[in-house]
């Protein structure tokens, strides 16, 4: 069936809205200093990578993560380009500079030491948000995030479930991403083990209420 241009504009809203609540859960991840999420893990070791190596002015956290996932859209171009769409191009541009806009809010308002217990918390928080973001980015079905797309792509092709195909992805990016130089914690651990579970949980309940809003 073939949307309209509000149906697909109503769809864009609620894949920006997703967007931003997923990575407010990064950003809380990331500043609970008990290590980074999958991705971010990746991502803090291409930015370690590249700084080391090119010494190039200008990087951010963001920036990386922005060109990374850039990458990501450009290598499934050749596998399957039916999963890239504006949407996914949306998160792929303003993934990056939403972590870095985030940071610098949090940043000012979160004290630079907190104790052991508010950082568990920020990383629970940081969990449960970026998994109900994320979900709410894959049911709007205008696109999805970087690690959510390939995710997704793989379950979709291997007919295997989300959530454990979600865990073998998080699982790679992190070996990956550590050896790369990126961070990990008990906080990643944790990530890898919960998110996909939560995602899995927020699923149909996203689902149900985004075709509620779309008139479905």
């Given amino acids: 069936m073939t949307r309209s241009i509000k149906e697909w504009t109503i769809r864009a809203v609620i894949l920006m809205i997703g967007l931003t609540i997923a990575h407010l859960g990064v950003t809380l991840f990331l500043l609970s200093n008990l290590g980074a999420d999958p991705f971010n893990v990746f991502v803090q070791g291409m930015f370690r990578t590249i700084s080391r190596i ?15 996932s850039l990458f990501i859209i450009f290598i499934l171009l050749f596998v399957d380009k039916s999963y890239i769409k504006i949407g996914t191009i949306l998160c792929m541009i303003c993934g990056g500079p939403i972590i870095d806009f985030f940071t610098w809010l ?35 079905e205008a696109g999805t995030g970087p690690n959510d797309l390939v995710a997704v792509v793989i379950s979709d092709k291997t007919k295997r479930k989300f959530s454990i195909v979600r865990l073998l992805v998080d699982s790679a990016f992190t ?23 939560v995602a899995g ?10 075709k509620k809003i779309c008139g479905q």
């Fill in 54 to 68: 090119f010494h190039v002015g200008l990087l951010t956290h963001g920036r990386v993560h922005m060109v990374i």
């Fill in 106 to 140: 949090l940043g000012n308002i979160i004290p630079t030491e907190v104790h052991l217990a508010g950082r568990v918390l920020m990383l629970v928080l940081g969990c449960i948000i970026l998994a109900y973001g994320m979900t709410i980015v894959i049911k709007s």
């Fill in 201 to 210: 949980f927020f699923l149909p309940i996203n689902e149900k209420v985004i």
């Fill in 175 to 197: 070996i990956v991403g550590f050896v790369l130089g990126g961070v990990v914690g008990v906080g990643t651990i944790v990530c890898i083990a919960l998110v996909g579970p």
